[in-house]
Structures are given as structure tokens and as C-alpha cells.
């Protein structure tokens, strides 16, 4: 399997000790090497994880990407199907910064694609992120405001974890009802994934699939994909495909 390269995480420049402004360069702006990122949400039964694959497989252009199952090796159960290949892993506890080293282990077997099936267990399951909160805060007399000083640098590498895979990046969220108050009454508002609240800006593509296994692009910085609704999507056609091609375009010329 080709060889990846290493992952490539940005950090912020420490300021120089004599007090003097960092120099920073400004260069033509390309998109070329850029990899995608798409998340996708929805009710259990919505055909996350199978449209998930079918995105990976068209992500990768038939070839092996690795799978990262959190859902009991659900993903598992359509191997082999309109020829999807993959690696999987299976996990029953979701510290994220196991997810880190997964998918640092996953650039070095040369993935094209992973999909995390599904990044909400790394929220809300066994070891996630709120579990290490409320770890943290009984170390703090059980002061979750102070908790979450530990918990926010574990979630936030992890995210930056998932941008610097040098390949692609698929994940599939659960989500639920939101609902607020308005007037003192409940009032439904719409469904959001259970991950940290802002998650999908994180994406280059987020779509949402309801029980009609109908998919509605919520946003996507590609231009084909944009408030697309697809019923019964077969995702390598519909949405890798697209994906791939805005990707790879080539800048028009500009006159001079």
C-alpha cells in the first residue's frame, strides 16, 4: 500500500523573546493536495453507515480505506458489498486521544480515506470527552467549569487530528431533536449531532440523512454540492464524486 505521508499538525508560533512581530508570508492561494472532510448526521436507521462507506469507497477511488467502528461492527456487516473493500477497528471505550493515535496509525498503513463510524462515541461514550470532564472536575473538588480545562485541549487535538490526516476524512454523527423554549413553551427547532456544539464548521461538506434515507447537504464548500437533497443516495456517485472533482480542478487562467 502506498505510503502516506506523516500527518501535519499546525500550532500557533510562539512570540520571540525580544519582542519583535513574527514574519509571516503571504503565498498564492491553491487548494491542490487538499483532502476531503465531510461528516454526516442522522437517526439511527438513516443509512449513515452505509452511505458513509459508499463515500469512503468513491473517496478512495476503489481502493482499501480503513474504518473506525465505534457501532459494534456495524460497518462490518456490508464488506464485500458493490465492491467495497476496508480495514476496520473496533472499539468499546473512546478516549479521544485513542482516536489520535488510530489515525496516526492509519496514515502509516497509507490509507486514501478513514471513516470514523461514528465520532459522537468520542462526545458522550465510555472515556469521550465528557467522561474525561467529569473525571477531571472531581480532581477539582467536582468543579466542571474546571473540568472542562482539561477536557477542551483533549477535544480540540483530536479535531485538529482529524484535519491533518493526510487523506481523506468521513464521520458519521447520531443526532436528536433539539428543542428550546420559546414563550415558555417547548418549541422544535431542528436535529443536531451529539458531538461538541459548532462541529460541523469543521467540515468541508456536512449532510444530514432522515429515516426516508433522504440526504440534505447542510453545507459544503463545494460549489455541486450545495443544498443538494439526494433521495436514496448511492454516495461514491453522488457525493464523492462531485467532491473529487472540485478538488482537483484546476484554477481558471486570469488575464493579466
Not at 10 to 35: L, Y
Not at 115 to 138: C, I, M, P, R
Not at 150 to 166: C, E, F, K, S
Not at 216 to 235: A, F, T, W
Request: include cysteine; hydrophobic fraction near 35%.
Amino acid at each position: 500500500m502506498t505510503q502516506l505521508p506523516p500527518p501535519v499538525r499546525t500550532a500557533r508560533p510562539a512570540a520571540e523573546q525580544n519582542g519583535s512581530s513574527q514574519q509571516f508570508a503571504f503565498r498564492p492561494a491553491s487548494k491542490a493536495g487538499r483532502k476531503a472532510r465531510l461528516s454526516i448526521q442522522g437517526m439511527s436507521g438513516s443509512g449513515k453507515t452505509w452511505t458513509g462507506l459508499s463515500i469512503a469507497h468513491g473517496l478512495s477511488e476503489g481502493a482499501k480505506f480503513g474504518v473506525i467502528d465505534t457501532e459494534g461492527g456495524a460497518a462490518s456487516l456490508y464488506a464485500g458489498m458493490g465492491g467495497i473493500q476496508f480495514d476496520a477497528v473496533s472499539l468499546d471505550r473512546y478516549d479521544p486521544r485513542d482516536l489520535i493515535r488510530i489515525l496516526d496509525s492509519a496514515a502509516n498503513f497509507g490509507y486514501p480515506t478513514v471513516f470514523v463510524d461514528s465520532l459522537s462515541h468520542f462526545w458522550k461514550g465510555t472515556d469521550g470527552t465528557l467522561d474525561q470532564v467529569e473525571k477531571a472536575s472531581s480532581r477539582y473538588g467536582g468543579n466542571k467549569f474546571a473540568g472542562w480545562k482539561d477536557g477542551t485541549p483533549i477535544q480540540n487535538d483530536m479535531v485538529a487530528a482529524i484535519l491533518a490526516y493526510p487523506g481523506h476524512v468521513v464521520c458519521s454523527m447520531r443526532s436528536y431533536t433539539e428543542w428550546v423554549l420559546n414563550g415558555g413553551k417547548p418549541e422544535r427547532v431542528g436535529m443536531r449531532p451529539e458531538q461538541r456544539k459548532g462541529i460541523e464548521y469543521e467540515f468541508d461538506v456536512a449532510v444530514a440523512m432522515d429515516l426516508e434515507n433522504t440526504l440534505e447537504v447542510l453545507k459544503s464548500r463545494c460549489p455541486d454540492l450545495h443544498r443538494k437533497v439526494i433521495k436514496r443516495p448511492v454516495g461514491s456517485r453522488d457525493i464523492a464524486a462531485p467532491l473529487l472533482a472540485w478538488l482537483d480542478a484546476k484554477p481558471e487562467p486570469t488575464e493579466q
